[in-house]
């Protein structure tokens, strides 16, 4: 069936570097790619997303790049601070009703 | 109150139990989902309402029976759950669902443990 890779599973990294995380979806109709982030004891809330006729965004230290040919989509962190450590979840949604999440990145950023 | 609200937080319950999950949006949303977040697997979408209306049910048993009565509130009915039924269910809600406008906004969740 369709689904969602994402990796890593974990990452790790010092304060002020960057993080990337990277996903794979197989359904090469899915047309819209949030990234949500979510922190201990709260719901996901969304940080960026791309459509697909768009192939960059980026909003402060926060970017997501789209490549459709590959199928694949990477949320860029730079300047990585110790409240963005938290679990960061692609999706791919679309075509019509289909909602596929991605399994979540544990990301701790390290003082 | 703002954004999206779920009740209760946290919720035990015996197989043979009733029980309800209310979820309530003050975004003036007019679509609200149920998903399901189990420890280790990617969060699973389980119903969406669009206008009060049930477009979506993804196979999910009948033992979860969705209620929406209006634009506002959304419940999750239980009855006679498994103990892998056990998870964190998330309720979440967007301008519409048919309009390419997609963007979700997730409530806190209820942490559900089927004894």
């Known amino acids: 069936g369709e689904n969602v890779e994402q990796h890593p599973s974990t990452l790790s990294v010092q304060e002020g570097d960057s993080a990337v995380i990277k996903c794979t979806y197989s359904?090469?109709?899915?047309?819209?790619f949030p990234w949500y982030k979510q922190e201990l004891g709260k719901g996901p809330q969304l940080i960026i997303d791309?459509?697909?006729?768009?192939g960059e965004k980026k909003d402060q230290r926060i970017a997501v790049t789209l490549n459709k040919t590959a199928k694949h989509f990477s949320l860029h962190i730079t300047e990585t601070q110790p409240e963005d450590s938290a679990v960061y979840f692609c999706a791919a949604f679309g075509p019509y009703d289909k909602v596929i999440f991605g399994p979540g990145t544990s990301l701790s950023v390290i003082p | 109150e703002t954004g999206v609200t779920q009740t209760p937080r946290h919720l035990v319950m015996g197989m043979t139990n009733k029980k309800s999950l209310k979820c309530e949006q003050h975004?003036?949303?007019?679509?609200m989902y149920w998903y399901k977040q189990s420890a280790k697997k990617p969060l699973e979408l389980m119903f969406v309402y669009n206008f009060k209306e049930q477009t979506e049910n993804n196979s999910v048993p009948s033992r979860f029976s969705p209620e929406c009565p209006n634009s506002s509130h959304l419940f999750l009915h239980l009855h006679t759950l498994q103990p892998e039924d056990s998870a964190l269910y998330l309720c979440a809600s967007s301008e519409d669902w048919t309009s390419g406008t997609y963007e979700q906004f997730f409530g806190p969740g209820t942490r559900l443990t089927v004894l």
């Open positions: 975004l003036g949303h007019n679509a």
């Open positions: 359904d090469s109709a899915s047309n819209y």
């Open positions: 791309i459509r697909s006729n768009v």
